[in-house]
T-cell receptor, first 112, second 115 residues
Framework: GENVEQHPSTLSVQEGDSAVIKCTYS??????FPWYKQELGKRPQLIID?????GEKKDQRIAVTLNKTAKHFSLHITETQPEDSAVYFCAASGGGNTPLVFGKGTRLSVIA | KAGVTQTPRYLIKTRGQQVTLSCSPI?????VSWYQQTPGQGLQFLFEYFSETQRNKGNFPGRFSGRQFSNSRSEMNVSTLELGDSALYLC??????????????FGEGSRLTVL
């Protein structure tokens, strides 16, 4: 089955700097890659996703890139703010009936 | 529209006991997935149901089971509890039958402590 590795496990950045979180996946058939954000004590929520027919997607200060050949995808957050502090999870799925498999998460701390 | 509701929110059990957790999805959502969240292990997939059928099962022992009812509500059961079963159990529902066409909406979770 699918296996998703996520790095780093913790990340601290100064407010205003950029943050990058990287994930690799094992199943070349995977074609859907969402990112979820979980603030302290709250439920995970989808922030952005990308499909295999797209190399990059942006939404304001966040962007996701996908390299299907290397089987890795990344989350980029620019101009970080304290409210970006949370645990971020990447995930991968082959679509259809296949389940969404998550990475172990990255705890991002934005220092004011 | 009400979100995903999980009950109970907190519970404490002792080793060897069993537990049943409940999940009510968003109205109209027919897909329900369960995940176990522990520090350092992230979100580990338990199982997924769609229209009362289990479509997928994660790599967990047979002590973990679940079901979905005709109203899409789902329950999961863990028998013969072990200390390592202590975790936050998250339920997520989706409007779509396919993972890549529907966002997962998570509940707040049921935090299980096994003593």
């Amino acid at each position: 089955g699918e296996n998703v590795e996520q790095h780093p496990s913790t990340l601290s950045v100064q407010e205003g700097d950029s943050a990058v979180i990287k994930c690799t996946y094992s199943d070349s058939a995977s074609n859907y890659f969402p990112w979820y954000k979980q603030e302290l004590g709250k439920r995970p929520q989808l922030i952005i996703d990308i499909r295999s027919n797209v190399g990059e997607k942006k939404d304001q200060r966040i962007a996701v890139t996908l390299n299907k050949t290397a089987k890795h995808f990344s989350l980029h957050i620019t101009e970080t703010q304290p409210e970006d502090s949370a645990v971020y999870f990447c995930a991968a799925s082959g679509g259809g009936n296949t389940p969404l498999v998550f990475g172990k998460g990255t705890r991002l701390s934005v220092i004011a | 529209k009400a979100g995903v509701t999980q009950t109970p929110r907190y519970l404490i059990k002792t080793r060897g006991q069993q537990v049943t957790l409940s999940c009510s999805p968003i109205s109209g959502h027919r897909s329900v997935s369960w995940y176990q969240q522990t520090p350092g292990q992230g979100l580990q997939f338990l199982f997924e149901y769609f229209s009362e059928t289990q479509r997928n099962k994660g790599n967990f022992p047979g002590r973990f089971s679940g079901r979905q009812f005709s109203n899409s509500r789902s329950e999961m059961n863990v028998s013969t509890l072990e200390l390592g079963d202590s975790a936050l159990y998250l339920c997520a529902s989706s409007l779509s039958a396919s993972v890549d066409t529907g966002e997962l909406f998570f509940g707040e979770g049921s935090r299980l402590t096994v003593l």
